[in-house]
């Protein structure tokens, strides 16, 4: 199976980040994790992002918050998918990540989740990589069938 490779722009955006290795970790899908910034590390963004095929990466998530152009960049350097989770900033509550994560110019698309959204952006690799496995769609559904009896079993 695929890896994927969770990349972040600061060790300050590990917090959130780390939600995204707790799914990956739940599911057993192998992946790598590494600080990269796309202004501060720009070669070594270049060298890492055009590598991630060859190492086995099928998808990559990328944290980042503020001029979040981490993601856009990663999906300007390879046709892996990239999925991109905008930071919560303290100045602009992370509007600032999302909308420069979003609005990407097309052709070069970067999957964006919610400000925060480390897990789900786990969870929309993991169905990634499901698409022909059909071990991992069944891991899928289990976690969808008990999310669902949770909620329906939810006393208020
Ligand atoms: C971004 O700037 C990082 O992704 C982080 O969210 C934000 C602040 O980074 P630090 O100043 O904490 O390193 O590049």
Avoid: C, W
């Amino acid at each position: 199976m695929k890896k994927v490779s969770i990349i972040m722009g600061s060790v300050s955006d590990y917090e959130v980040m780390s939600g995204a290795e707790q799914i990956l970790t739940q599911f057993g899908v192998e992946y790598e994790k590494k600080v990269i910034s796309a202004h501060r590390t720009l070669d070594f963004m270049v060298e890492y992002t055009r590598g991630a095929k060859d190492r086995g990466v099928g998808v990559i998530i990328a944290g980042a918050g503020g001029a979040a152009h981490l993601a856009g960049v990663a999906a300007g350097l390879t046709v892996l998918p990239v999925i991109g989770v905008p930071i919560m900033t303290k100045g602009l509550g992370g509007l600032d990540s999302l909308l420069s994560m979003v609005q990407m110019p097309s052709g070069i698309p970067v999957a964006t989740v919610a400000v925060n959204g480390s897990k789900n952006a786990a969870l929309l690799a993991i169905e990634m990589l499901a698409i022909d496995d059909e071990a991992l769609t069944d891991k899928l559904l289990k976690f969808r069938q008990e999310q669902a009896e949770k909620v329906l079993s939810s006393v208020i």
